[in-house]
């Protein structure tokens, strides 16, 4: 079976500081990773995925996110953080074989500091 | 609005109200999903349609309904719904089910109460 952590249910960060959402996952086969952000009284958006080649991914608003196949994990980053990158960010993972769902972590709210 | 639109955003029913949630996609996908999002819980993955055809049911209690009468609409009809039914329900779109690397397109929920 597959599935998603993301260890932190919360991570707060100093505006122009860098940030890290992190997320790990567990899959049997080649995993699809999907990174989705909800703001307030939203659905969520589609950030960024990696579905095979160079491991980091650029995706929207300025994120990247780095796939470690040796660690399981598909960490979310940004340099510069900014107050309204502040929502809630979810990781997702899908394997290839069969029509598996899509699998979401619990997701982990980001707050940025002025 | 474009993308994934939903009707209503907010709904409050007593328990014994029949009411239907609407989706609509206008991103010409084949499938279209219900999900259920809880405070503190991963969403959870209600129904799956692709091309109109109901190809995934996860064990969804028999007072939530789907309809799918075309591949550009979804609809969720509740009855007799129970307090913990309240939630978020969000609806989404890809382009196809079976692909693996489709990304989803969500809409913007509708906050459903149930009291």
């Known amino acids: 079976a597959q599935s998603v952590a993301q260890p932190e249910d919360q991570v707060n960060v100093a505006e122009g500081n860098p940030l890290t959402v992190k997320c790990t996952y567990s899959?049997?086969?080649?995993?699809?990773l999907f990174w989705y952000v909800q703001y307030p009284n939203r659905g969520l958006q589609f950030l960024l995925k990696?579905?095979?080649?160079?491991?980091l991914v650029k995706g929207s608003y300025g994120f990247e996110a780095e796939f470690n196949k040796s660690q399981t994990s598909f960490h979310l980053k940004k340099p510069s953080a900014l107050v309204s990158d502040s929502a809630l960010y979810f990781c997702?993972?899908?394997?290839?074989?069969?029509?598996?769902?899509?699998?979401f972590g619990k997701g982990t709210r980001l707050s940025v500091i002025a | 609005e474009t993308g994934v639109t939903q009707t209503p955003r907010h709904l409050v029913m007593g328990m014994t109200n029949k009411k239907s949630l609407k989706c609509e996609q206008h991103?010409?996908?084949?499938?279209m999903y219900w999900y259920k999002q809880s405070a503190k819980k991963p969403l959870e993955l209600m129904f799956v349609?692709?091309?109109?055809?109901?190809?995934e049911n996860n064990s969804v209690p028999s007072r939530f309904s789907p309809e799918c009468p075309n591949s550009s609409h979804l609809f969720l009809h509740l009855h007799t719904l129970q307090p913990e039914d309240s939630a978020l329900y969000l609806c989404?779109?890809?382009?196809?089910?079976?692909?693996?690397?489709?990304?989803?397109?969500f809409g913007p929920g509708t906050r459903l109460t149930v009291t």
């Open positions: 989404a779109s890809s382009q196809d089910r079976s692909g693996p690397h489709y990304e989803q397109y």
């Open positions: 899959v049997s086969g080649n995993p699809y």
């Open positions: 990696y579905i095979t080649g160079d491991n």
């Open positions: 997702a993972v899908r394997v290839l074989s069969g029509n598996t769902p899509l699998v």
């Open positions: 991103l010409g996908h084949n499938a």
């Open positions: 349609y692709s091309l109109e055809e109901r190809v």
